[in-house]
């Protein structure tokens, strides 16, 4: 198939990205991506996570942290709409837990019927 063909049908390219907390995961994504701005940041049902920690810092800080770590939210820079990221914490932070979480995540993402859905790579 032409790769202009496989870009049509997959939709969005899905990219996992696996590194240690602050190794620098976006800084070196928003440089792939050509771009300086934050990301934007959706749940798994698309709504935009971390707004409303601008209203109450103190409550959401907990919740932005947990918010922004959970592997099922995806990562888009407005500047590069046709790549999704999803980030995860890395194994260090809890070890086999976190292990698991990203095995888990991976292993069901496979099972997509999908293509869109399914992760098209591992960095
Ligand atoms: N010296 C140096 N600093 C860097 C480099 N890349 C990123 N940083 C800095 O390292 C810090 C963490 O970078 P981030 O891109 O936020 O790292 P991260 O992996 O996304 O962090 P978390 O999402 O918190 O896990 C920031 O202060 C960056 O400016 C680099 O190549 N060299
Ligand atoms: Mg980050």
Redesign the pocket.
């Known amino acids: 198939m032409d790769p202009s063909q496989i870009r049509e049908k997959i939709g969005r390219f899905r990219i996992l990205v696996i ?12 440089r792939v991506c050509n771009t300086r701005e934050n990301p934007e940041i959706y749940n798994s049902a698309g709504n935009k996570v971390g707004i409303t920690m601008l209203i109450d810092d103190t409550v959401l800080k907990a919740s932005r942290e947990r918010g ?2 959970n592997i099922e939210n995806e990562m888009v820079f407005q500047s590069n709409p046709g790549f999704i990221f999803h ?1 995860s ?2 194994f260090e932070a809890g070890g086999e837990s976190e292990f698991n979480i990203v095995k888990t995540f991976i292993a069901d993402r496979s099972k997509e019927a999908r293509l869109t859905n399914q992760l098209h790579a591992i960095w």
Do not use: F
């Open positions: 590194g240690r907390a602050n190794a620098g995961k976006t800084t070196i994504l928003q922004l770590h980030d914490r890395g």
